[in-house]
């Protein structure tokens, strides 16, 4: 049960998830718990052609770190620290078969919270279970939130769109880039005037994915660990870059990052990929 009844105001709902195609199906409020849904076989990575996993850290940020955010104080306002997407062996294998079917997210507390808040949500299609994700929450004051922004913003309806699109990214010329520019887009920032948590992570994992998939057999992301370590600021010159740690034949991992103007890195992406 929450300790405060604020009011929800989650964060991104009305301007953010049209843009994805993510719909809310249910909330819980007494067991901080929610229900989101989003199309991802259609979302591709710009630079690989591959299914862009790192879609689902938005969805992630929404259902779970919603879930966080249910939990919250008066006066009290959530912001991402790390997030993680882990996907199951075989997804991929029948991913044509499902192409309109979207990934159903449910979201829960895991135990309780103080200044930190964890929650967990599992990924369905058609009832079966492809994977899981986390989201970790830090409570901060709602000195520096404007609940009330992005009233006059109409987000485009997604279905209509190219992820790159809807990330308003721009690709580095080469198709073996692994650099994306982030252009400035008001529907992608949150309540505080950043970039969204979720929309970072996609980026900076696709980033990731590209350096993996350079003239070699295809390499799927299966497993993102995010770390958010300063705000992504929506200004000219943002960008998301990768580098390989290891590029086996097997099991590959990179890291991608999120790196503001003045050359701070705003995000860590470690990912494993398998081929």
Known sequence: MRRDRVPLAIPTAEHLLPRFGIEMIDIDEDAAAMTMSMPLWTKRNPLTGLTAVGSLAILVDAVSGGSNHIRRNANEWSMSTELSVDLLP????TADDVLDTPVVARSWPVGRRNRIALSACEFTVNDVVIG???ARNLYTTTASVDVGGHADEVATPSLQRDFAAMMALDVGE???????AQKVDPILNNAMGVVNGGVVAAGAEMAASAVLNVNTDAAQTMALRVNFLRPFLSQEGGHYQGVAVRNGRAVAVAEGSAVNADGSVAATALITAYR
């Open 132 to 134: 899981s994700g986390s």
């Open 90 to 93: 075989g997804v991929f294998d």
């Open 174 to 180: 080469g198709a073996a880039s692994p650099t994306l």
